[in-house]
C-alpha cells in the first residue's frame, strides 16, 4: 500500500530532551516537506527535501533540523524541544517539487506534548 | 508573504443541502489550487483540485475557480453528516529564484452538516 508512515504518532516530553519524529515514504517521492499544524494557524512548513542530501528551510524551521539520507526517509529532529513546539505535526510527500499539479500525500499526524 | 484566506466558519447546513467553501490568494501568477478535507486529529485527504478557469465537477463536489479576481470555492452538493470537517484550500506559488512550486494551506474553514 502505497503511503507515508510516521513514528511516533503520540508523545509526551520534557524541555530540553532531544527527540526525532521518523518519517518514511513507500512511492519514490522526490519532495518531502515537514509540517506543524496550531489551532488558527493552519499548517505551516518547516523544512522540505526537493531530493536526497537537498533540504530547505521552510516558514518555521527555528528549533528543527531535518536531514534526507535515503530517498524514502526525512526525520524531523527537535534538539532542545522549548513547550512552544508542542503541536501536531505532519509528514507529506509527492512525486518532485519542480511540477506544480502533484498531490501531497500526508502522514498520518504526530502529536507532541512538550511539559 | 503569499496568503491563502479562508473563513473558520464554523458554516453550518442541513443534510442535504449545498455547502460552499471560499477562498482567497494572494499571487497572480498562482497555477494549481487544491482542496483537502481534514478530520479532527487526522491528516488532510486530496479531494480536488483545479487548474484551468471555471469548473471541475467531481461526485458531488464541483471546484471553481476565477483566476481574474483571485478566487477559488468549493460546493459539496447533497451535504451529508459525515462531510463534517475541516476543509483546506491549498494554493501553489513559485518563490523567486527557487525553480520548484510551494504549496501554502489557508487555514481551513470548519463545515458542520446537521442531520
Known amino acids: 500500500e502505497a503511503q507515508v508512515t510516521q513514528n511516533p504518532r503520540y508523545l509526551i516530553t520534557v524541555t530540553g530532551k532531544k527527540l526525532t519524529v521518523t518519517c518514511s515514504q513507500n512511492m519514490n517521492h522526490e519532495y518531502m516537506s515537514w509540517y506543524r499544524q496550531d489551532p488558527g494557524l493552519g499548517l505551516r512548513q518547516i523544512y522540505y527535501s526537493m531530493n536526497v542530501e537537498v533540504t530547505d528551510k521552510g516558514d518555521v524551521p527555528e528549533g528543527y533540523k531535518v536531514s534526507r539520507k535515503e530517498k524514502r526517509n526525512f526525520p524531523l529532529i527537535l534538539e532542545s524541544p522549548s513547550p512552544n513546539q508542542t503541536s501536531l505535526y505532519f509528514c507529506?510527500?509527492?512525486?518532485?517539487?519542480?511540477?506544480?499539479?502533484?498531490?501531497?500525500?500526508f502522514g498520518p499526524g504526530t502529536r507532541l506534548t512538550v511539559l | 508573504q503569499k496568503e491563502v484566506e479562508q473563513n473558520s466558519g464554523p458554516l453550518s447546513v442541513p443534510e442535504g443541502a449545498i455547502a460552499s467553501l471560499n477562498c482567497t490568494y494572494s499571487?497572480?501568477?498562482?497555477?494549481?489550487f487544491f482542496w483537502y478535507r481534514q478530520y479532527s486529529g487526522k491528516s488532510p485527504e486530496l479531494i480536488m483540485f483545479i487548474y484551468s478557469n471555471g469548473d471541475k465537477e467531481d461526485g458531488r463536489f464541483t471546484a471553481q475557480l476565477n483566476k481574474a479576481s483571485q478566487y477559488v470555492s468549493l460546493l459539496i452538493r447533497d451535504s451529508q453528516p459525515s462531510d463534517s470537517a475541516t476543509y483546506l484550500c491549498a494554493v501553489n506559488f513559485l518563490p523567486m529564484n527557487t525553480g520548484f512550486q510551494k504549496l501554502v494551506f489557508g487555514t481551513g474553514t470548519r463545515l458542520l452538516v446537521s442531520p
Open positions: 507529506a510527500s509527492s512525486l518532485s517539487s519542480g511540477n506544480s499539479y502533484n498531490e501531497q500525500f
Open positions: 499571487d497572480r501568477g498562482s497555477q494549481s
